[in-house]
């Protein structure tokens, strides 16, 4: 039987209840981070997909596909893997106005080509920069006697990425990213990073830091991606190479002001 002293909390919890139940069901930001491989085959990474031409009338097709599922989000902000003082916002806007065609880059094929169907008047920059001692780790792994070690560490990333190019070319680019934005896909891309910590020591963290470096610039990302939210009722689309995917889902996830959302999820 419950004592005097516990039934005096009873009328403040059933007075909090309806607080909590508000609090619970405020609205607020969602966020779904698409990763991509690189449309235009820039050859920025280390290791780099042989993309075909997005150009060609098959894949403009699977564009309007995907396109089409992107809608079912019904983003209020589009954000892209581009600096914030660059030339994109322009750029979007010549493009909004008929005045612009349509590169291969993934940030006009997807980010231009929906805000414009959507009828947005800007499109959101949010990259940072951030180094990459990816140098500094080769140096410390031959150094080291590490070298054969780090070189199979690569091998796989190389396979990995070629097995990548090798989906793409027998599926639809829907497909592809469904398969790149997979939990399984992020989940070993996240792995392949942690494979650089073991690649140092006591006198020179070469791994440890060129893990701390991307970590750090992705958070710097994040931020931005924070700065264009304007009302916690917007649903933000951010449209990023796939490497940042799992970095940047893990801060959507951790982060109680926002929800997470997947491509998945609008399937």
Same mark, same amino acid.
């Given at each position: 039987?419950?004592?005097?002293?516990?039934?005096?909390?009873?009328?403040?919890?059933?007075?909090?209840?309806?607080?909590?139940?508000?609090?619970?069901?405020? #609205?607020?930001?969602?966020?779904?981070?698409?990763?991509?491989?690189?449309?235009?085959?820039?050859?920025?990474?280390?290791?780099?997909? *042989?993309?075909?031409?997005?150009?060609?009338?098959?894949?403009?097709?699977?564009?309007?596909?995907?396109?089409?599922?992107?809608?079912?989000?019904?983003?209020?902000?589009?954000?892209?893997?581009?600096?914030?003082?660059?030339?994109?916002?322009? *750029?979007?806007?010549?493009?909004?106005?008929? !005045?612009?065609?349509?590169?291969?880059?993934?940030?006009?094929?997807?980010?231009?080509?929906?805000?414009?169907?959507?009828?947005?008047?800007?499109?959101?920059?949010?990259?940072?920069?951030?180094?990459?001692?990816?140098?500094?780790?080769?140096?410390?792994?031959?150094?080291?006697?590490?070298?054969?070690?780090?070189?199979?560490?690569?091998?796989?990333?190389?396979?990995?990425?070629?097995?990548?190019? *090798?989906?793409?070319?027998?599926?639809?680019?829907?497909?592809?990213?469904?398969?790149?934005?997979?939990?399984?896909?992020?989940?070993?891309?996240?792995?392949?990073?942690?494979?650089?910590? #073991?690649?140092?020591?006591?006198?020179?963290?070469?791994?440890?830091?060129?893990?701390?470096?991307?970590?750090?610039?992705?958070?710097?990302?994040?931020?931005?991606?924070?700065?264009?939210? !304007?009302?916690?009722?917007?649903?933000?689309?951010?449209?990023?190479?796939?490497?940042?995917?799992?970095?940047?889902? *893990?801060?959507?996830?951790?982060?109680?002001?926002?929800?997470?959302? !997947?491509?998945?999820?609008?399937?």
């Amino acid at each position: 039987m419950p004592s005097l002293k516990s039934l005096r909390w009873i009328p403040l919890l059933l007075a909090l209840a309806p607080v909590a139940a508000a609090q619970s069901a405020a #609205p607020v930001p969602e966020i779904l981070i698409l990763g991509s491989y690189h449309m235009a085959n820039p050859g920025h990474d280390v290791h780099n997909m *042989q993309a075909d031409d997005v150009l060609s009338p098959r894949r403009q097709q699977e564009i309007t596909q995907l396109i089409e599922v992107l809608k079912r989000f019904r983003p209020t902000i589009i954000a892209i893997e581009s600096d914030p003082g660059g030339p994109r916002p322009q *750029q979007y806007l010549d493009y909004f106005a008929g !005045k612009r065609t349509l590169s291969q880059n993934e940030i006009e094929q997807l980010g231009f080509r929906l805000a414009k169907e959507l009828g947005h008047t800007a499109i959101y920059p949010v990259d940072a920069d951030g180094d990459f001692p990816y140098q500094r780790v080769v140096n410390w792994a031959k150094a080291n006697g590490r070298g054969a070690a780090f070189d199979s560490l690569a091998a796989l990333t190389a396979a990995r990425v070629q097995a990548e190019g *090798q989906f793409l070319a027998s599926h639809t680019i829907l497909e592809m990213l469904e398969f790149m934005n997979s939990d399984s896909a992020v989940a070993q891309s996240v792995a392949a990073y942690f494979g650089f910590v #073991p690649f140092g020591d006591r006198w020179d963290d070469a791994g440890p830091d060129l893990l701390g470096a991307w970590y750090q610039r992705n958070a710097r990302i994040y931020r931005n991606i924070l700065a264009v939210i !304007k009302s916690p009722t917007d649903r933000v689309l951010v449209i990023y190479g796939a490497g940042h995917l799992g970095w940047l889902r *893990q801060m959507v996830a951790g982060d109680r002001t926002v929800r997470l959302r !997947k491509l998945a999820d609008l399937r």
